[in-house]
Structure formats: C-alpha cells, structure tokens
C-alpha cells in the first residue's frame, strides 16, 4: 500500500509530519536503552559503564591508549576476546542530562521519519553503520572515554539531507545541517571547553555524518515522494 493511501500515515502534505511512537518503535527502542543505560551506569560513572566503553580501560595500561598502535593493538584483543557488543554500546552511554535530551530529541526527530518513511530495516541499516564508523573512528583518534548518539544523529541528518535531494519525503528545516556541520567546525576549536561544554566527540560527528552520505548514496530510494 502507498504512503498516499495509507489512513495512518502521520507524515502528509496537510496533516501532522512527525510520526508517534506507534509509528517508530525502534527508535522508541533505542530511546529507552539509553535511559536504562543512564540509570545503569550512574550517567556514566561506575563500573558498568567500563563493561559498554569500546575497550575497558581497566584492562591495559593507561599508556596503551596514547599511540594508535596501542588504540589498536587494544581494540583488536578486545574484539578477539569475543566483546563485539562494544562496538555499537558506546552509543548508550551518556553523561549528563543535557547530552542525552539533546540526542534523543534529535534521534527522534529524525529517526522517527527515516523509520516510518522508509522503513525499519533502514533504520536499523543506519545506526549500524553510523555507530561503527563513528565509534570505530573516534576510539581510535582519542580512546576509549566517549560515548552518546550523536554520532548516530549526525548520520541520520547527512542521510535525510542527501537523500531528500533525491527524493524528497522528510521533514527538516534545511537550516539543521548549517548548524550541524558550524558545530562540528566549532567542536575542533577550544571554544566548548570555554563554554564548559567539555571535549567533543569530533571524530564521532564526523564520522557519523560521512557514514550518513555514503548510505544515501549506496542505498536504494526507498519511500515515495510528495506532489
């Protein structure tokens, strides 16, 4: 049945345009494993939270982390032992409340979409992808301290972006990549350590956000377009 036919569709021309949860129930998935996460973790505090890093710093040196080749060499043994969870858990983790609002409201805002647009299957093809580009990318620039979704968002921003050039059925003010891509210019500056925001996930961004347009470009069309 076409998204034009169908009654329940929440995204039309003249109707609502952001879906409910009934609608997204990945991301509602997704949504809720990081909350556990938060209240698991103590906001990222305690030891659970060593069990979601990409690697536990508990188990090498500290200088391990201070050269690629010991990021690697670490990562490698990590994966070898059988902890391949870790890859995507990092995305679960978050810090302070402000962080995982902020990256909910957006992995809602526009994974809702990509889920009910163009299907579930996608969306899970998309966070896949974004979080072991990102993850991948930002352990091994910086180590193991990292976590969040936004990675993740910054993925699904650059997909929804690229691919509504093609097809247009989302819903986004164009204005949200400028802002995405000033901040991710902005995070390699010291500028949000002077804001008290703390170090970025830079390469976590980057990397998510590259991921995003190389599946708009590789993965087929799906949804239709509005007239």
């Given at each position: 049945?076409?998204?034009e036919?169908?009654?329940?569709?929440?995204i039309?021309?003249?109707g609502?345009?952001?879906?409910?949860?009934q609608?997204?129930?990945?991301v509602?998935?997704?949504?809720v494993?990081?909350?556990?996460?938060?209240?698991?973790?103590?906001?990222?505090?305690?030891s659970?939270?060593?069990s979601?890093?990409?690697?536990?710093?508990?188990?090498?040196a500290?200088?391990?982390?201070?050269?690629?080749?010991g990021?690697?060499?670490?990562?490698?043994?990590?994966?070898?032992?059988?902890?391949?969870w870790?890859?995507?858990?990092?995305?679960?983790?978050?810090?302070?409340?402000?962080?995982?609002i902020?990256?909910?409201v957006m992995?809602?805002?526009?994974?809702?979409q990509?889920?009910?647009?163009?299907?579930?299957g996608?969306?899970?093809?998309?966070?896949?992808?974004?979080?072991l580009?990102?993850?991948?990318?930002?352990y091994?620039?910086?180590?193991?301290?990292?976590?969040?979704?936004?990675?993740?968002?910054?993925?699904?921003l650059?997909f929804?972006?690229l691919?509504?050039?093609r097809?247009?059925?989302?819903?986004?003010?164009p204005?949200?990549?400028?802002?995405a891509?000033?901040?991710?210019?902005?995070g390699?500056?010291?500028?949000?350590?002077?804001?008290g925001?703390?170090?970025?996930?830079?390469?976590?961004?980057?990397?998510?956000?590259v991921?995003?347009?190389?599946?708009?470009?590789?993965?087929?069309?799906?949804?239709?377009m509005?007239?």
């Amino acid at each position: 049945m076409s998204l034009e036919t169908r009654k329940s569709s929440p995204i039309t021309p003249s109707g609502r345009w952001q879906p409910s949860p009934q609608h997204a129930p990945a991301v509602v998935a997704i949504l809720v494993v990081a909350l556990v996460a938060v209240w698991l973790t103590g906001m990222g505090q305690n030891s659970v939270a060593a069990s979601m890093l990409m690697v536990d710093p508990r188990a090498f040196a500290w200088s391990t982390f201070e050269t690629f080749g010991g990021r690697l060499e670490a990562l490698l043994a990590t994966l070898g032992s059988g902890q391949v969870w870790r890859l995507l858990t990092p995305d679960f983790l978050h810090f302070s409340w402000a962080h995982l609002i902020f990256n909910a409201v957006m992995m809602w805002f526009l994974g809702s979409q990509v889920e009910w647009m163009d299907g579930r299957g996608r969306l899970v093809i998309l966070f896949v992808v974004t979080s072991l580009v990102s993850n991948v990318l930002q352990y091994l620039v910086s180590g193991p301290l990292f976590g969040g979704l936004s990675g993740v968002v910054y993925g699904l921003l650059a997909f929804c972006w690229l691919s509504q050039q093609r097809r247009p059925r989302f819903q986004f003010p164009p204005a949200l990549v400028t802002i995405a891509l000033l901040w991710l210019v902005i995070g390699y500056t010291p500028l949000p350590q002077v804001m008290g925001v703390g170090r970025m996930a830079n390469e976590a961004h980057l990397g998510g956000f590259v991921a995003g347009l190389a599946c708009a470009l590789v993965l087929p069309l799906r949804g239709r377009m509005w007239r």
